[in-house]
């Protein structure tokens, strides 16, 4: 399968401080990804805070410019953004988020937000408009009476309704989901993850699902992409890389999932400072944490690569396996 | 802390070039600089003598590099009316300017500090309130005002004071309380809210649940806190107290800076104009400047940050 | 169970009319007082011609500074025996509509600079708060004395000098608030539904920032006022035979032993105005902006 976004050796850095003489102080946020997201598919990106994850979704939509590397949407190279071709894109990607009561004008009823990319793209006014928006309303399970409601009226899970169905208003191909229920009541939350599931779905689209909730990830995702520190260090079906882990990282990640009728014994702690973008250790950034890395290990920085049909950037699956074609 | 201090000094230094620019630009709008500089009565030979040697059949930015050139000499032209160099006249008058305007800045750190601070730690008091009405009350009454009611009541119905010029140091008083009361006022009710929002602050709870004196989390957690943003002020009140003073020492015949600068724009004498301009502008900026220095200082987060923020 | 059925919120009142009711039933009396003052300003400005007694220009030679309280000339007359309460009123009008165009001026201007800056960050975000920096450095009192000084006095430049009091204020508002919209909220949100920047700062932006601009206009409206009248008390503002507030006051001060009318009345029509509008922005600033101090 040709997949829909394409992603070659991304890159985003900012600049974390200034200075009057020489070049500012800066830090990665991305450091070289390569990313496939084919047609159809829920792909997960987990990963820790500071690990890279939501830069990453928001170059995935083109909307911030990556320092390296390209972004291809069915084969064409993305738009620079706020362009004219950008803005046309933008009916066609769209992008769920964190924190919806941000996300929504608190001046405007939620019917108005709703109807406003039908307005922003031309699609349609007057009544054909408001229909459209009570068909999207009713799709997300919003009530018709609460059309006139502002967004400080609706309850958490309401208010991301709203913003789901903005985004569906053009019936996007592809759509970034960035923690989408990470700012939601833990009650709440199965509720919108099982909403976005039956709309990917019906509507046919491609998702991309930006989590550090690991069991959330695994509930709905075909395929994932672990990362630390700006970089994808194990990536494969979701069902292979939950059950049987390679890199030590993905590996005590999947080890802190609490499962039924088993305590968390064994359990792997990780070791020293959680990641700090700004201070990346040489090498193989995971090295000071992990329980088998080497001298070795620090001194190179290991590619993503198949090892026994599966995709991880370890040395050390380098050197207990040989590698494999994947 | 260095380049915290380099970067304010650029943008200080940037300031100025600004007013320099400024300067300039009004001054070519409004005509021809020859007879701006040299007045509407200047026989033809001095004017075309000036136009030769400043330059001012160059292309413009030639003549703007000169002007600068002339500015960093110290030559800020000729005053049409007293026929002497416009910086001259100028220093002249800064001495007594600074005799009213210390007292005052003294007056308005002195009184409106210890107010706001004090209605902060009784807030709801009849204090509180008292500091706040007649803080509003200070800076609402425009100066030429309150000058005008102080003389009404200091000398002419009570005679106690002179309402006017510059023989003893009883000329001086009124034109110091005119130019401090709407400052202490802006002072105390900013202290106020300064202080009040350091106080609100968790830290101060910390202080107070470790069990320190209210005396020492008053002193040593929430008055150097709340001195940062107060700091700020003073460079805001350099500004005000020289506003103020073209007010006041209009009212009092006072023979300062401020008057000499209503005079000459009354008069036109431009050449005095702009000095005054350049000169006013270079305190201010170094006012501002030492402001935020002392910011730095008192501020630890950027004491030990490398860059500025 | 789906969240639909949760509790609402504020029931179905749209924030506008849930705004203006807590406005309304918690207004204390000094307020009352302020906005009432305040009104009868705006009405006197408005009927101005309708409630002159007299002709401003209109002397009397025969009522020489009459006292308050000489009939037909309530607040008295001055040197030249025109009525103080004609000129009063027409003051009250010239002052006003100095104040409030150069307002409006100089938020219009500020927030579009501020909006421009957020916009394109870079350079012109640099110039835009280069010339805020230039302007906070430099007494604004000092600045219109030079301009003044070189192109003399005109009540058409007064209002363009006064226009640009306070504007860096509301630059520095406008781009801060852009800024944090436009980072993670609601205007990135629009952005990235393809809207375009017209759309973005006017109908959502503008707003949703316009309760911080206007309690910003009431901070600046008194000071203009102040502004205006200092320079027309120096004889540089507004200039006769037009009236003004400070311009009266300037020429009262020459009677202040013999006739104080002639100054009282302009004064304490400055001190209530600028006094009635500080209170005003202060409570509603309180009320719907704690944002700014």
């Known amino acids: 399968m040709t997949p829909i976004l394409e992603a070659r050796g991304l890159v985003q850095q900012y600049a974390t401080g200034r200075s009057l003489f020489g070049k500012p102080p800066s830090m990665r946020a991305v450091d070289g990804v390569d990313l496939a997201v084919r047609e159809g598919e829920i792909l997960g990106i987990v990963g820790e805070s500071g690990s890279g994850k939501s830069t990453l979704g928001r170059m995935l939509l083109g909307l911030e410019t990556p320092f390296a590397g390209e972004v291809r949407w069915r084969g064409q190279p993305m738009p620079a953004p706020r362009t004219d071709m950008w803005r046309r894109l933008r009916a066609q990607m769209q992008l769920i988020f964190q924190d919806p009561l941000a996300a929504l004008d608190r001046r405007m009823t939620i019917a108005a937000q709703i109807a406003e990319p039908l307005e922003i793209h031309g699609l349609m006014k007057g009544a054909e408009a408001a229909e459209r928006v009570a068909e999207l309303m009713a799709r997300v399970g919003l009530r018709p009476d609460q059309a006139d409601r502002y967004p400080h009226e609706l309850s958490g899970g309401q208010r991301q309704r709203v913003v789901i169905s903005r985004a569906l208003a053009m019936r996007p191909k592809f759509l970034v989901c960035d923690e989408p229920v990470s700012a939601l009541d833990v009650s709440i939350q199965a509720q919108v993850v099982n909403l976005l599931r039956d709309l990917q779905e019906q509507e046919g689209l491609t998702m991309v699902f930006i989590s550090h909730d690991l069991k959330v990830v695994h509930n709905i995702c075909n395929r994932v992409a672990v990362m630390y520190l700006g970089r994808v260090v194990e990536e494969g079906p979701s069902g292979e890389v939950f059950g049987d882990p390679r890199h030590p990282y993905t590996r005590a990640l999947v080890s802190s999932i609490p499962k039924a009728g088993r305590g968390l014994t064994d359990r792997i702690i990780l070791q020293g400072e959680p990641p700090n973008p700004a201070m990346r250790p040489p090498g193989c950034a995971f090295h000071p944490r992990c329980a088998i890395a080497d001298a070795a290990c620090a001194g190179e920085i290991p590619e993503l690569s198949g090892h026994r049909g599966r995709l991880t950037a370890c040395l050390k699956q380098r050197a207990i396996i040989p590698a494999t074609a994947a | 802390m260095l380049n915290f201090i380099l970067s304010r000094m650029a943008r200080a230094v940037m300031t100025l070039v600004m007013v320099m620019s400024f300067a300039f630009i009004v001054m070519r709008l409004s005509g021809d600089p020859a007879t701006i500089l040299l007045g509407p009565d200047a026989p033809q030979d001095a004017i075309d003598a000036f136009r030769a040697r400043w330059g001012l059949d160059d292309p413009l930015w030639k003549q703007y590099l000169a002007y600068i050139a002339q500015i960093f000499t110290f030559d800020f032209g000729i005053s049409m009316r007293d026929q002497m160099p416009a910086l001259d006249i100028v220093l002249e008058r800064i001495p007594a300017t600074l005799a009213i305007t210390l007292p005052a800045m003294i007056l308005k750190l002195g009184i409106g500090i210890p107010a706001g601070v004090y209605a902060a730690l009784h807030r709801e008091s009849i204090a509180d309130r008292g500091v706040i009405t007649l803080s509003i009350f200070g800076f609402t009454i425009p100066s030429f005002v309150l000058a005008l009611v102080l003389v009404l009541i200091f000398s002419v119905q009570l005679g106690w004071l002179p309402s006017g010029g510059q023989d003893s140091w009883q000329h001086a008083i009124l034109p110091i309380v005119t130019l401090s009361v709407g400052g202490i006022g802006i002072m105390a009710r900013f202290s106020r809210s300064a202080m009040i929002e350091v106080l609100g602050q968790p830290y101060i709870r910390t202080a107070m649940a470790k069990g320190l004196s209210w005396r020492d989390v008053v002193w040593k957690h929430a008055l150097p806190n709340a001195s940062v943003p107060i700091v700020t002020l003073v460079g805001f009140m350099v500004g005000a107290l020289i506003a103020g003073a073209a007010v006041v020492e209009s009212i009092f015949s006072w023979p300062g800076v401020g008057r000499l600068i209503v005079s000459s724009v009354a008069n036109r004498d431009l050449a005095v104009v702009q000095c005054l301009l350049l000169v006013i502008a270079s305190s201010m900026v170094a006012a501002n400047l030492l402001v935020d220095i002392a910011y730095g200082l008192l501020d630890p987060r950027l004491r030990s940050k490398r860059s500025a923020h | ?293």
């Open chain 3, 1 to 293: 169970m789906t969240d639909t059925t949760l509790p609402e919120g504020t029931g179905t009142s749209p924030v506008k009319a849930g705004m203006v009711r807590r406005l309304r039933t918690s207004m204390p009396l000094v307020i009352w007082c302020a906005v009432g003052w305040l009104a009868a300003m705006v009405l006197t400005a408005i009927f101005a011609d309708l409630l002159r007694p007299h002709e401003i220009t209109a002397m009397s030679l025969t009522q020489r500074m009459a006292p308050m309280g000489t009939p037909g000339y309530w607040l008295g007359t001055d040197d030249l025996g025109r009525d103080v309460l004609s000129r009063l009123i027409q003051s009250i009008r010239v002052s006003l509509v100095i104040a409030f165009g150069a307002t409006i001026i100089s938020a219009v201007f500020g927030t579009t600079l501020g909006f421009l800056a957020a916009q394109f960050r870079g350079w012109v975000e640099n110039l835009v708060m280069a010339l805020a920096d230039f302007q906070a450095a430099l007494p604004f009192m000092i600045m219109s004395l030079a301009v003044l000084a070189f192109f003399g006095t005109s009540m058409v430049l007064l209002v363009g000098l006064m226009g640009f009091y306070g504007w860096e204020r509301y630059a520095r508002i406008a781009r801060g608030l852009a800024i944090s919209a436009s980072a993670q909220g609601y205007a990135g949100a629009v952005v990235q539904l393809g809207a375009k920047p017209s759309r973005v700062y006017l109908r959502h932006i503008l707003p949703n920032v316009a309760s911080t601009l206007i309690v910003s206009m009431t901070l600046t409206f008194p000071e203009i006022i102040l502004m205006e009248s200092g320079l027309s008390f120096l004889g540089l503002g507004v200039q006769p035979p037009q009236t003004s507030l400070g311009n009266m006051v300037g020429f009262g001060r020459e009677y202040l032993t013999r006739a104080p009318w002639i100054m009282l009345a302009p004064s304490v029509v400055i001190v209530l105005t600028t006094l009635s509008i500080s209170l005003l922005g202060d409570w509603l600033r309180d009320r719907l902006d704690p944002t700014i101090r």
